[in-house]
């Protein structure tokens, strides 16, 4: 078994953007400026955004932090994207995500201007991702082709299940492994909470990819042997023996179902260090087109 290291190779991943924004910088060209919005004071929505402003700041980016409380209207918050779009100095945009009740996600998405879109969310970006178009995609996703591509894991003709549906995870990563490409070219299954036989199907699966947001649900027995498993989740589980008081817990149960496999990402360490990784790496392409 071969642990996939996301923090490894997102760390090599932003070595390498660092190198290329030293040189746009020594050419007089124009540093990649990022602008995140954070609605509110969730705690986990809190550290992502930390954590993208602080990549951004290793990297050499200019980043733009922009906080509302979790109150604010939907009109204000639009106005707000609207006037970042018109922005010349910005060149990536991302609004954190879940929102509060009252501003509908949909909205937010849309009024991005795909340009600016380095969540890869907006309906054109999807599009374009589907017909295999450049385009900026999915983070997450994005983030583990680079993992697979990294490890030069062959995925061509092999038995692909993917679990959960998401906009931003399941569905997307669902395209991308069946596409035409170096990192796709699976048979792709994908799998929900209207599943039926969902244990048979994982079964069968050479490449296992759990991103539904239950800890540990992925066990032992749903786990063919050599299996490749990417797990997605990320969930904040009461731990009163840990300082924070919660500790973060995967989709897989990663103890009994690590050794069963070929490869596994370990979370934390895993996919969500390649998730910023990948948002950096568009933040860079939205420079460059
Ligand atoms: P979501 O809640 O939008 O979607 C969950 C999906 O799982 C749904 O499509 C649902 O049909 C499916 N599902 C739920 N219960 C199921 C069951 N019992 N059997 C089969 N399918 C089931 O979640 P999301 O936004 O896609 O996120 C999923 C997980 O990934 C969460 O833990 C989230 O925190 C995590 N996440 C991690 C990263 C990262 O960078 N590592 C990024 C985004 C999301």
């Known amino acids: 078994m071969q642990i996939l290291d996301g923090k490894l190779v997102a760390q090599a991943v932003k070595d390498d953007l ?7 910088k020594q050419e ?17 929505s809190e ?21 509302f409380e979790d109150t604010v209207d939907e009109a204000t918050l639009l106005s707000k994207i609207r006037e970042l779009n018109e922005d010349a100095e910005v060149d990536g945009i991302l609004v ?23 969540d890869g969310f ?26 697979l591509d ?14 959960g549906r998401s906009n931003i995870v399941g569905r997307p990563m669902s395209i991308l492994l069946s596409q035409n490409s170096p ?13 039926k036989n969902l244990k048979e199907l994982c079964l069968q699966a050479d490449i296992l990819v759990a991103a539904l947001g239950r800890p540990e649900f992925l066990t032992v027995d749903m786990v063919k042997e050599g299996a490749i498993v990417i797990d997605v989740g990320i969930t904040r589980v009461e731990d009163k023996t840990k300082k924070k008081g919660y500790a973060i817990k995967g989709d897989v149960a990663y103890e009994t179902v690590a050794p069963k496999c070929s ?20 933040t860079y392409q939205a420079v460059i087109r």
């Open 96 to 118: 954190q995500l879940p929102l509060p009740k009252q501003i509908s996600e949909e909205k937010v998405i849309n009024t991005i201007v795909a340009e600016k879109d380095v």
């Open 47 to 67: 550290t992502y955004v930390a954590s993208k402003v602080k990549t951004c700041e290793e990297i050499g980016y200019a980043s733009t932090l922009i906080r």
């Open 263 to 282: 490869y596994i990402t370990p979370v934390p360490g895993g996919v969500g260090a390649m998730t910023i990784a990948a948002l950096m790496q568009n």
């Open 183 to 195: 990192t796709g070219n699976c048979t792709v299954t994908l799998c929900h909470s209207h599943t």
């Open 28 to 44: 007089g060209k124009k540093t990649p400026h990022l602008a995140a919005i954070l609605v509110g004071t969730n705690g986990a």
């Open 122 to 147: 907006h309906p054109s970006n999807i599009g374009k991702m589907v017909q295999g178009q450049p385009a900026y995609i999915p983070a997450t996703p994005y983030g583990i082709l680079l993992l």
């Open 150 to 163: 990294h490890y030069k894991i062959e995925t061509k003709g092999k038995h692909a299940v993917v679990i």
């Open 18 to 24: 660092k190198q290329k924004v030293t040189i746009l």
